[in-house]
């Protein structure tokens, strides 16, 4: 089985910064991408940033210079840095895998539990 395992949220007034970490833990063969997604209420799920095989990133829009995305691929952990923090970007932020547990099996999406960013104005 695979777990993904966040950590970092919390409050913190607007300007601030915040840093997640989402750790990948099991039979883990090979990842393909790993990202964050969050979901405000009432709103949608949405990608907030991934980064792929060979440390390609995408973000989305309303968050392009402020939050960076890397990953320690040693340790299959994913991390969000999130800089000038806005009270819009409050939301469950959610660690997402892209991943296979065998060289024989294809890729599955797996997600965490996810972490709750609240952001003061």
């Known amino acids: 089985q695979v777990q993904l395992v966040e950590s970092g949220g919390g409050l913190v007034q607007a300007g601030g910064s915040l840093k997640l970490s989402c750790a990948a833990s099991?039979?883990?063969?090979?990842?393909?991408?790993m990202g964050w997604y969050r979901q405000a209420p009432g709103k949608q799920r949405e990608l907030v940033g991934i980064?792929?095989?060979?440390?390609?990133?995408n973000y989305a829009d309303s968050v392009k210079g402020r939050f960076t995305i890397s990953r320690d691929g040693a340790e299959n952990t994913v991390y969000l840095q999130m800089n000038s923090l806005k009270p819009e970007d409050t939301a469950v932020y959610y660690c997402?895998?892209?991943?296979?547990?065998?060289?024989?099996?294809?890729?599955?999406?797996?997600w965490g539990q996810g972490t709750r960013v609240t952001v003061s104005s």
């Open positions: 997402n895998a892209d991943l296979r547990s065998s060289a024989f099996l294809s890729f599955s999406t797996y």
């Open positions: 099991g039979k883990i063969f090979s990842v393909n991408a």
């Open positions: 980064i792929r095989r060979g440390g390609i990133t």
